[in-house]
């Protein structure tokens, strides 16, 4: 059985991975757009999460047992209230039970569980665009400080086979998150599949997240489920052709815990061992398939385990 979710779910995803509870249960795992925010997952202990609680009771003059009976639209209207005085509600908790270390721990030191992964994210996951400023050189010394010329002497901008590298390198920490997963994985003999999806989204984003035509948070679900006609973006037949790309890999995936198949390019798992097939990635656009080999490079890994590890 595979299990697979996007966003939170993704975030859910990963629970199962990390929680000894469901040893045994399935046997693939996709992870979309899941890996924002992992690294204060479970950061909690049960005696913090009780005490954020009884502050939630106070503050709303609620009891246990109110909320036990409360309708769920009423409970989360009221959660949602009470967020903006308390901070967000605690996630992953290190309860001893579920989670006996953090999930983000947990993954540092690989012991995550022995399945198929299919794992990645979406170009503007974690984008903030600010007009008037440039938006690479801020990205580059947030993520590299001092070594950010480093990085432009190894890949120039300027070079067009660096274009998918450098939009990957807008896209927010999941992507270096995505990564230093993939390497754990594969380093302890797991088939791991790294995607990047960044396909150009035609119309206006008018809530200001991302530059227009960038693939926003939650833009793959249209794909991933078929439901483009159902969008009010104007796409086209190759975001169409796209859609359906992905819904065979997802697909075969869920079935083999292999995405390859007789309809789509072949997609080769990361690797770190395989010169072939070294850090290969699926790059997802409206022109189809790319797969990129993201070279052994310490700037990648140094970030990467730094989001883990800090």
Same mark, same amino acid.
């Given at each position: 059985m595979t299990i697979f979710g996007q966003s939170a779910g993704g975030g859910s995803v990963i629970s199962h991975l990390c929680s000894p509870l469901s040893e045994g249960l399935f046997s693939g795992a996709i992870i979309q757009s899941g890996f924002s925010g992992i690294t204060s997952y479970g950061t909690l202990t049960m005696a913090e999460e009780e005490a954020w609680g009884e502050r939630f009771c106070q503050r709303t003059g609620k009891t246990v047992d109110d909320l036990l009976v409360m309708p769920a639209d009423q409970l989360q209207r009221l959660y949602e209230k009470t967020e903006r005085d308390l901070g967000s509600i605690p996630k992953q908790t290190m309860d001893g039970v579920v989670f006996p270390i953090s999930p983000a721990a947990d993954i540092l030191t690989g012991s995550s569980k022995n399945v198929h992964l299919m794992v990645g994210s979406v170009a503007g996951d974690g984008s903030i665009y600010r007009p008037g400023e440039d938006p690479v050189t801020t990205r580059l010394k947030i993520l590299y400080g001092e070594r950010a010329g480093e990085f432009e002497e190894k890949y120039p901008r300027n070079d067009p086979e660096n274009e998918g590298l450098y939009r990957a390198?807008?896209? =927010?920490?999941?992507?270096?998150?995505? /990564? +230093?997963?993939?390497?754990?994985?594969? =380093?302890?003999?797991?088939?791991?599949? /790294? +995607?990047?999806?960044?396909?150009?989204?035609?119309?206006?984003?008018?809530?200001?997240?991302?530059?227009?035509?960038?693939?926003?948070?939650?833009?793959?679900?249209?794909y991933v489920f078929g439901t483009l006609n159902r969008c009010w973006r104007d796409f086209d037949e190759r975001h169409y052709a796209l859609s359906d790309m992905v819904i065979d890999y997802w697909t075969n995936f869920a079935k083999t815990g292999n995405p390859n198949g007789p309809t789509v390019p072949e997609w080769h798992p990361y690797s770190r061992l395989d010169p072939d097939q070294l850090y290969a990635t699926n790059f997802l656009d409206e022109n189809g398939s790319s797969i990129r080999s993201l070279i052994n490079d310490d700037v990648w890994t140094l970030v990467a385990f730094r989001l883990f590890a800090d």
């Open positions: 390198l807008m896209d =927010s920490d999941p992507w270096f998150e995505n /990564l +230093y997963f993939c390497i754990n994985q594969t =380093s302890h003999n797991n088939l791991a599949y /790294l +995607y990047h999806f960044c396909p150009t989204i035609p119309g206006h984003d008018e809530y200001g997240f991302v530059p227009d035509g960038q693939a926003y948070h939650s833009a793959d679900l249209w």
